[in-house]
T-cell receptor
Framework: SQTIHQWPATLVQPVGSPLSLECTVEGTSNPNLYWYRQAAGRGLQLLFYSVGIGQISSEVPQNLSASRPQDRQFILSSKKLLLSDSGFYLC??????????FGEGSWLTVV | GESVGLHLPTLSVQEGDNSIINCAYSNSASDYFIWYKQESGKGPQFIIDIRSNMDKRQGQRVTVLLNKTVKHLSLQIAATQPGDSAVYFCAEMDTGRRALTFGSGTRLQVQP
């Protein structure tokens, strides 16, 4: 079976501080990995996806960046957080050909 | 650009009744669709999927219907239970990018 680990689960950060959210995947090799963001009461917006180590595609211009240093590790970062970066961040993995499965998410509140 | 949207933001049903959640999509080139269930504070959970070469697919208590003519997708839940209360999202697969485009979600409330 496959497991998606995300941490931290909850984070409160001041404006202007850096961010690092980590995601690791078990039970698969060379997966497609994704970062989504969900604002309160809204749908999911695709931020980044990666088809392999060092390969990152950005979907929307923003204050965030992503990196994939290892096959099953995906990191979401920011050098200086904005209030608008607050939200629920979800890591996801492509499995079974087309199905995308999600981790449990990381709540970020920028104050 | 492509978009996936939902007709009803909130659906309230009685326990034991059947629920129908609807979704419209705009990209006629999409060939794969998924329904997700999201409970409060948790990540979306895969429910059921369907490919564009199918009109109907059934799972345990759930059925997904796809009407490609009008680009409409629906999720039917039989004998709705309190544990079914959640937000339901439809998503469209972009086969070129292998990434999902999500609708805004429908909240299902099951009344005891």
């Amino acid at each position: 079976s496959q497991t998606i680990h995300q941490w931290p689960a909850t984070l409160v950060q001041p404006v202007g501080s850096p961010l690092s959210l980590e995601c690791t995947v078990e039970g698969t090799s060379n997966p497609n990995l994704y970062w989504y963001r969900q604002a309160a009461g809204r749908g999911l917006q695709l931020l980044f996806y990666s088809v392999g180590i060092g390969q990152i595609s950005s979907e929307v211009p923003q204050n965030l960046s992503a990196s994939r240093p290892q096959d099953r590790q995906f990191i979401l970062s920011s050098k200086k957080l904005l209030l608008s970066d607050s939200g629920f961040y979800l890591c996801a993995c492509l499995r079974d050909g087309n199905t995308i499965y999600f981790g449990e998410g990381s709540w970020l509140t920028v104050v | 650009g492509e978009s996936v949207g939902l007709h009803l933001p909130t659906l309230s049903v009685q326990e034991g009744d059947n629920s129908i959640i609807n979704c419209a999509y705009s990209n006629s080139a999409s060939d794969y669709f998924i329904w997700y269930k999201q409970e409060s504070g948790k990540g979306p959970q895969f429910i059921i999927d369907i490919r564009s070469n199918m009109d109907k697919r059934q799972g345990q208590r759930v059925t997904v219907l796809l009407n490609k003519t009008v680009k409409h997708l629906s999720l039917q839940i039989a004998a709705t239970q309190p544990g079914d209360s959640a937000v339901y999202f439809c998503a469209e697969m972009d086969t070129g990018r292998r990434a999902l485009t999500f609708g805004s979600g429908t909240r299902l409330q099951v009344q005891p």
